[in-house]
């Protein structure tokens, strides 16, 4: 009899040693750590984290681990819940750009989590986090892109796969323990959509983190699930809405690696303004443009970027879509990070009238993910510049220290009061520790 | 604009006053508590229960309630995550017949949770646990049958809205807040009908009333979910497989009480098996037969009873839906509680030799619902019983005297130390009572 995904997966996951990983899959792990621990810092104090940290750490036992950018300490896995939601809050994460699952959030807390609980190593966090990256982004693979299609939140339903299977192996669970944790991580699997711009939204994230820890830690007491509860005909897959392709889930296991292939977003907006953000700020420093230089802009794309960006800009979340605030942010700040879709920034009047001189059009003959911007200045100039490949896709990557700006940025609009450098240092060394101590302790907020 | 489905739930919970529900509905809430405490009292010692509170005690802050029949106390999440898997682990709860919802299991834990942690007074925990129960089976009418036959367990999925309610209820949430908890309760539905034969059925429904009480609790603090999070385009019920009926979950609200149609199982076993067992006991009974008399028997009724229950068995799993096995142990015992579908019995050779003198035969005459049995004697008797309505039915429902009896017997089977009369009591004299300390002191294991 032919195992089934689970148990294949489960096999997999127990079976890997760091050592078989291809060096540079092994640096995406570090990658990926650094990027979420730097959202996390980023909106460490904001509401949905306090407001979720108020109704968890009354609960919280005696045995705590830290939560990111707090002095609130909190169970392991109310600190996988609190962690997920800081990771993800800010749609600033990574993303595995062919199932649009942002890997990190869901995955990395619950690796925190045990490694500190249990003085775990660093090799031993990076590790799961490769392994659990992996199964969410080939689960994930199997069913997109009808999943979320049909309404599902992608990040949270196949996210709580990864963060089992990295509890899994970091708990030291055998092969059939970990298909079942895998399996149990099936019946909590959730999360809408519909909801993604309320704070129920975190709650299916945080959740994704908390719920994978939480069905290793029962299938290492010795709770089970169904051998094909991913696949079978009353199972996760039919019931979210597709029949999985269970190659996609089992093909190349150990040598074709996804985890390899994320991305990280340099522009906390929508990833399809990217390549606008990218001709403005080339045309911008090549022609040495100063905003009082600049009479209109014009931005030209095909149909989804109009579709998603050609928009009237009331608040930060509209900014976050707008092909007139990005282009205008770009030529007017030489930027496009987190303060530039503050509320401040979107209602200052200098960044509303650069917005009423942009103008979007269509052009039919630009692909899907290119966009050109085209400036004419007050000098009779017209300077334009086309951009094929935005900056964070997998044909042009964040460079590691483009990641590191990006980190420091974030944990600065979150006024992280610790010392950033050392918390990158220690991502950056993380292979090399025996314990994740040092990390940690340069992640919190004192008290 | 109109209100939306959880907009107009959230509106009806708030206001909503004991004084004004019909007698017969309030006395409900006491019979389905009743045989929700006696489930899970009959389990209290098992070893899904004893796994799942290794994993969760150790991780509970210091402010616990009780676990039923246990000396643990857990933090109100993890309690209600215990008590949701006692009362429904071995399919003895009650059923909302047209949804098959076991509608007490999810939502009774947060209500007792709740009022014992708050000192809420025993009218807040039966009006809570009716309101919480209507609300998931009308949200559950609104998507059956359909969503049950995609693979959704949908105990799970739909008794997280009604413990979201509950406790919003119990917390005093406004309508705002408590649509909101509804809402924060779809992004957390889950739990497939693969994963039925598995523990990990168990955690979809534990957590059915670990995440409800913990929708409240976020709503609470100002979390929000989307209006239409349940009806939305890409909202619950969508994503869950069917287009909701909304006129199911708001039609009549106030004045249907879907939550007055509970009925309860008087055998522990495939629902579909009971005409069969009320038929030979009532053999029995008439003609004061014992098993020595009895030389076969055979039992005859629509295809879905010999679909269902015509197998071989060699496991209490088997028993619990095997004409054979039910006929058998009625005519040995002249009960089919607990015990006659352990182990024990089921390999009992008096019990296996009964089965193999039994046979299943198919009537196209008798409707759904309904079973015969025949006996010939070993004197040359030809007896018959036809049953059309079995007991625990909408049409016969059991009776109080007879839902205590199967309490203390599943007390009893569950090796209860407590005097169950006391909890019992207790119950039925809940609405006069300014807390619930006598009932939660009086379902306690003695450490």
């Given amino acids: 009899m032919t195992a089934t995904a689970s148990e294949q997966l489960g096999r997999f996951v127990a079976a890997s040693r760091w050592d078989d990983l ?8 570090k990658r990926s750590l650094l990027n979420f ?44 819940f609190i962690n997920a939601i800081g990771g993800n809050l800010l749609d600033y994460d990574d993303t595995h750009l062919r199932t649009v699952i942002h890997p990190a959030a869901p995955v990395s807390p619950v690796a925190l989590a045990l490694a500190e609980q249990r003085g775990l190593s660093g090799i031993d966090v990076l590790h799961a986090l490769l392994l659990g990256m992996e199964v969410a982004c080939r689960i994930g693979n199997a069913v997109s892109p009808h999943h979320y299609a049909r309404g599902w939140h992608i990040t949270s339903t196949c996210g709580i796969f990864g963060a089992a299977a990295a509890s899994a192996k970091l708990l030291g669970l055998n092969a059939a323990q970990t298909a079942h944790a895998i399996g149990i991580a099936s019946s909590q699997s959730a999360g809408t959509v519909e909801n993604l711009p309320q704070a129920a939204k975190n709650v299916s994230v945080g959740n994704a983190a908390r719920n994978g820890l939480f069905a290793a830690l029962l299938a290492e007491q010795g709770y089970t699930a169904a051998p094909a509860a991913l696949e079978g005909p009353l199972g996760w897959a039919r019931a979210m809405g597709d029949t999985p392709d269970v190659a996609e889930i089992i093909g190349d296991l150990g040598t074709r690696w996804e985890a390899g292939k994320n991305t990280y977003k340099p522009y906390p907006c929508g990833i399809v303004m990217h390549p606008v953000i990218d001709a403005c700020l080339a045309l911008r420093q090549e022609h040495r443009l100063s905003a009082a230089d600049i009479a209109s802009v014009e931005v030209s794309g095909e149909q ?32 496009a990070g987190l303060r530039e879709f503050e509320d401040a920034t979107v ?30 200045t007050h000098d009779g100039r017209t300077l334009t510049k086309t951009v094929h490949h935005a900056k964070g896709s997998n044909e042009i990557p964040l460079t590691d220290v483009e990641i590191e700006a990006k980190v420091r940025d ?6 992280f009061p610790g010392a950033i450098d050392t918390v990158i240092a220690a991502v950056w060394e993380l292979d090399a520790m025996p314990s994740i101590e040092t990390l940690m302790r340069a992640v919190v907020r004192p008290a």
Same sequence: chains 1, 2.
């Fill in 22 to 29: 291809p060096p540079i899959v092994r640096h995406e792990a």
């Fill in 37 to 80: 621990i730097g959202c996390a810092l980023g909106v460490a104090q904001s509401p949905p984290v306090t407001m979720a940290l108020r109704v968890l750490a009354p609960l919280a036992g005696p045995d705590r681990v830290t939560v990111l950018g707090r002095s609130e300490r909190l169970d392991p896995l109310g600190a996988a």
């Fill in 304 to 335: 989804l970027l109009l579709d998603r960006g050609d928009r009237i800009v009331t608040n930060d979340r509209d900014s976050r879509v707008s092909i007139h605030h990005c282009a205008a942010v770009s030529f007017l700040f030489g930027g």
């Fill in 347 to 376: 209602h200052d009047p200098a960044v509303a009238a650069f917005r009423a001189c942009t103008t979007a059009r269509l052009d039919t003959t630009l692909p899907r993910g290119a966009a050109t911007a085209t400036v004419r």
């Fill in 410 to 415: 974030s944990a600065l609009h979150g006024g």
